[in-house]
């Protein structure tokens, strides 16, 4: 199983930009990495996801160097609205059972 | 609305009765999955269904859980005889077949045992 390891907390401030890193040394080859975020209460909320290199959509950035051991989120200029717990998961979703999330990493934005 | 929807939002029971919770996922989604949350934890994974077929079990599900998803559609997920530590956020997610995939997850339903 390729288990993820990230930081507990990080603290920011708004506007700032907030790189996110997670562990991953057991990737598999067909394992991809997906990052959620998740409100109290709540159900995680798709960011992002990749495989290799860097993505990018509306809100964050991907980026996974060559050895995929390790992936970083980036959140540019983040407000008090991405308070939140993000979790990395890697894994393969057509195999449920190798499908880990870590314990998330809280992020608190403060003004 | 076309996300994942769940259904009770919350439950609170008493421990040794039966409780079902329904998960309706994303249109066209053929893929299903349950998972368990507690609190300060990410979501562990319980089951996954491919259309109406239940491929894998969490080797760790105790028996008294049974989920179904009979027409491939919307699941069932079934707790029999809770105990206080089933307590939990259930949470059901979807996806489309295929590689590289999202799993898009519904809103969970809180499920408290005393």
């Known amino acids: 199983l390729a288990k993820t390891t990230q930081p507990i907390s990080m603290d920011s401030y708004e506007g700032q930009e907030v790189n996110i890193t997670c562990s991953h040394n057991n990737i598999a080859t067909n394992d991809y990495i997906t990052w959620y975020q998740q409100f109290p209460s709540q159900g995680p909320r798709f960011i992002i996801q990749?495989?290799?290199t860097k993505v990018t959509n509306e809100v964050a950035s991907l980026f996974i160097p060559a050895d995929r051991k390790s992936s970083t989120l980036s959140l540019p200029r983040v407000s008090l609205s991405d308070t939140a717990v993000y979790y990395c998961?890697?894994?393969?979703?057509?195999?449920?059972?190798?499908?880990?999330f870590g314990a998330g990493t809280i992020l608190r934005v403060k003004s | 609305d076309t996300g994942v929807s769940q259904d009770p939002r919350h439950k609170i029971t008493k421990r040794g009765q039966n409780v079902t919770f329904r998960c309706d996922p994303i249109s066209e989604h053929n893929r299903l999955y349950w998972y368990r949350q507690t609190l300060g934890q990410g979501p562990e994974f319980l089951t996954y269904?491919?259309?109406?077929?239940?491929?894998?079990k969490s080797r760790l599900l105790s028996d008294r859980f049974s989920a179904e998803r009979p027409k491939g559609s919307f699941s069932t997920l079934e707790i029999q005889r809770t105990e206080q530590g089933d307590s939990a956020m259930y949470l059901c997610?979807?996806?489309?077949?295929?590689?590289?995939?999202?799993?898009?997850f519904g809103p969970g339903t809180r499920l408290l045992v005393l």
């Open positions: 998961l890697v894994g393969d979703i057509g195999y449920g059972n190798k499908l880990v």
């Open positions: 997610a979807s996806s489309p077949r295929g590689e590289g995939e999202t799993q898009y």
């Open positions: 990749g495989y290799k």
């Open positions: 269904f491919q259309n109406e077929a239940q491929l894998e």
